[in-house]
């Protein structure tokens, strides 16, 4: 297929979103740099609602660009997941680029854009370069984000940290494809995939290196262990919006596309990874939830606990080989769960900290008494965070280990259950807070912004719905096709 072949307007989505991300840039060069800007905000949502429009009616029929870029149901629905997900973290910067100044609203709306780009490239992807292309997108958007305030030591040293960090990640992932490239001749996972059980028959330990060398990769990208050691500084230092893009957004694109590297590209050769990712979920379940239990700074805190959330989510990876299908719906289904619990935190997180001038878990004390919706809502993100009955959380868990157990690693699915019991103490560290500790004698009632409420009542009902009635997404993921044209 040649370019003047190929259907250009399946990219329509992708196109459409670039061009209003420079059309943000551009209104906000033209109405000055300095100044309060809610209705780039506000553009910005609307930007992303047009591109999910465009997403649900102009991908729905699936199609592809050679074996370059792929329309399928996978794509679609993690298209739609991410867009979603960051049109809440926007409505979650509005209230908080009001309360820091020193944040430029248009060329952080438009990068946060330019991030949403890069990860829509990635989920299509089917070919190493675009897939490297759409990840240092995402990449170079989210370096940027993590480092806005930039009067701030934190916020410096964090974006320092990610870039450093970051950069060595990219290079492994490319190492390990030039490998690929260079005993193939190919950059289409496709072909690859094909050739694959022959490679490793041939080249044993070059083939091993090179699945090694972008595990790593890809480890750091979606910060499990030992690749975490970034997420606590840089959650940190981040402003709180994008500490909610990185640990939700950024993280579920980062499985997306492990998902498309290990079905098309090493699926034939499955014994090869499958123990080792195993290994790695349970560590990372077991590390990142016993460290969050020292915690006492929030966004530390929550690092830990997405740390914890990468390990759940990478057992149906290693349960994919023997489960087939079922293991993308139970990760699609975690991640919507995870996506609206999470962002629902940060938001209250947001919000409660802005006000306290403290991320110190602290800040909580009394929340009950001053915004009484805010603390009910907060418990119900918690408590689907560690995975209790009646919320989506508990759901998605339950799915997972029940996947891990027909995939006969009962061993993993009983650490998964062990750990999900450590992550209640942590969380109620929170609850505790809120509850049973008296607010501080100059803290006054918390009146909650029409966008940060708007995010909370969207993530609470979808958290306690899907709790309870989860099979309006279950059917739905039963009648597609995964992976289509694999």
């Given at each position: 297929?040649?370019?003047?072949?190929?259907?250009?307007?399946?990219?329509?989505?992708?196109?459409v979103?670039?061009?209003?991300?420079?059309?943000?840039?551009t209104?906000?060069?033209?109405?000055?740099?300095?100044?309060k800007?809610?209705?780039?905000?506000?553009?910005?949502?609307?930007?992303?609602?047009?591109?999910a429009?465009?997403?649900?009616?102009?991908?729905?029929?699936g199609?592809?660009?050679?074996?370059?870029?792929?329309?399928?149901s996978?794509?679609?629905?993690?298209?739609?997941?991410?867009?979603?997900?960051?049109?809440?973290?926007?409505?979650i910067?509005?209230?908080?680029?009001?309360?820091?100044?020193e944040i430029?609203?248009?060329?952080?709306?438009?990068?946060?854009?330019?991030?949403?780009?890069?990860?829509?490239?990635?989920?299509?992807?089917?070919d190493?370069?675009?897939?490297?292309?759409?990840?240092?997108i995402?990449?170079?958007s989210?370096?940027?984000?993590?480092?806005?305030k930039?009067?701030?030591?934190?916020?410096?040293?964090?974006?320092?940290?990610y870039?450093?960090?970051?950069?060595?990640?990219?290079?492994?992932?490319?190492?390990?494809?030039?490998?690929?490239?260079?005993?193939?001749g190919?950059?289409?996972?496709?072909?690859?995939?094909?050739?694959?059980?022959?490679?490793?028959?041939?080249?044993?330990?070059?083939?091993t290196?090179?699945?090694?060398?972008?595990?790593?990769?890809?480890?750091?990208?979606?910060?499990?262990?030992?690749?975490?050691?970034?997420?606590?500084?840089?959650?940190?230092?981040?402003?709180?919006?994008?500490?909610?893009?990185?640990?939700?957004?950024?993280?579920?694109?980062?499985?997306?596309?492990?998902?498309?590297?290990?079905?098309?590209g090493?699926?034939?050769?499955?014994?090869?990874?499958?123990?080792?990712?195993?290994?790695?979920?349970?560590?990372?379940?077991?590390?990142?939830?016993?460290?969050?239990?020292?915690?006492k700074?929030?966004k530390r805190?929550?690092?830990?606990?997405?740390i914890?959330?990468?390990?759940?989510?990478?057992?149906?990876?290693?349960?994919?080989?023997?489960?087939?299908t079922?293991?993308?719906?139970?990760?699609?289904?975690?991640?919507?769960?995870?996506?609206m619990?999470?962002?629902?935190?940060?938001?209250?997180?947001?919000?409660v900290?802005?006000?306290?001038?403290?991320?110190d878990?602290?800040?909580?004390?009394?929340?009950?008494?001053?915004?009484?919706?805010?603390?009910?809502?907060?418990?119900?993100?918690?408590?689907?965070?560690?995975?209790?009955?009646?919320?989506?959380?508990?759901?998605?868990?339950?799915?997972?280990?029940?996947?891990?157990?027909?995939?006969?690693?009962?061993?993993?699915?009983?650490?998964?259950?062990?750990?999900s019991?450590v992550?209640?103490?942590?969380?109620f560290?929170?609850?505790?807070?809120?509850?049973?500790?008296?607010?501080?004698?100059?803290?006054?009632?918390l009146?909650?912004?029409?966008?940060?409420?708007?995010?909370?009542t969207?993530?609470?009902?979808?958290?306690?719905?899907?709790?309870?009635?989860?099979?309006?997404?279950?059917?739905?993921?039963?009648?597609?096709?995964?992976?289509?044209?694999f």
């Open positions: 297929m040649t370019a003047f072949d190929a259907n250009w307007s399946l990219l329509t989505p992708e196109m979103l670039a061009a209003l991300a420079l059309l943000v840039f209104i906000d060069f033209m109405t000055g740099i300095h100044g800007k809610p209705f780039i905000g506000k553009l910005s949502v609307l930007s992303l609602l047009v591109t429009v465009l997403v649900l009616f102009m991908n729905n029929s199609g592809q660009i050679a074996d370059l870029y792929l329309i399928d996978f794509a679609m629905v993690f298209k739609l997941i991410i867009l979603v997900g960051v049109a809440m973290v926007i409505m910067s509005l209230h908080y680029l009001d309360r820091n100044e430029y609203q248009g060329e952080y709306y438009s990068i946060l854009l330019f991030a949403t780009l890069g990860a829509m490239i990635m989920v299509s992807s089917a190493l370069i675009t897939l490297f292309i759409g990840l240092e995402l990449s170079i989210s370096y940027a984000l993590v480092g806005f930039k009067h701030h030591r934190h916020s410096t040293e964090a974006a320092l940290k870039v450093i960090l970051g950069g060595a990640a990219s290079a492994f992932i490319l190492y390990g494809m030039s490998f690929l490239y260079g005993l193939t190919s950059t289409s996972l496709l072909e690859i995939g094909q050739v694959m059980p022959t490679l490793f028959a041939d080249y044993t330990v070059i083939m290196i090179s699945l090694i060398f972008m595990l790593v990769g890809f480890g750091f990208k979606i910060s499990i262990v030992p690749f975490h050691m970034w997420a606590p500084d840089v959650y940190e230092g981040a402003p709180t919006p994008v500490t909610a893009f990185l640990s939700v957004v950024s993280k579920i694109a980062g499985f997306a596309i492990v998902l498309r590297v290990f079905t098309f090493f699926l034939g050769v499955h014994e090869e990874w499958v123990m080792i990712i195993a290994v790695l979920a349970a560590v990372t379940m077991v590390l990142g939830n016993i460290i969050a239990l020292t915690q700074n929030t805190l929550m690092a830990y606990s997405g914890a959330q990468a390990g759940y989510l990478l057992v149906p990876v290693a349960a994919l080989p023997f489960i087939g079922f293991s993308i719906n139970m990760i699609l289904f975690y991640s919507i769960a995870y996506l619990m999470t962002l629902g935190a940060f938001a209250v997180i947001s919000l900290t802005e006000d306290a001038g403290t991320n878990l602290s800040s909580f004390a009394g929340l009950f008494q001053r915004a009484p919706y805010l603390a009910i809502s907060m418990t119900v993100f918690l408590v689907s965070l560690a995975g209790l009955p009646l919320t989506a959380g508990f759901i998605g868990k339950a799915h997972i280990f029940f996947g891990a157990a027909a995939a006969d690693m009962l061993w993993l699915a009983i650490i998964m259950i062990v750990m019991v992550s209640f103490f942590y969380y560290g929170f609850i505790k807070q809120m509850f049973m500790t008296a607010p501080k004698a100059n803290d006054e009632e009146k909650v912004p029409t966008s940060l409420n708007a995010v909370i969207v993530a609470l009902a979808v958290t306690l719905i899907l709790g309870i009635l989860p099979n309006i997404v279950l059917d739905v993921f039963n009648t597609f096709n995964w992976f289509a044209l």
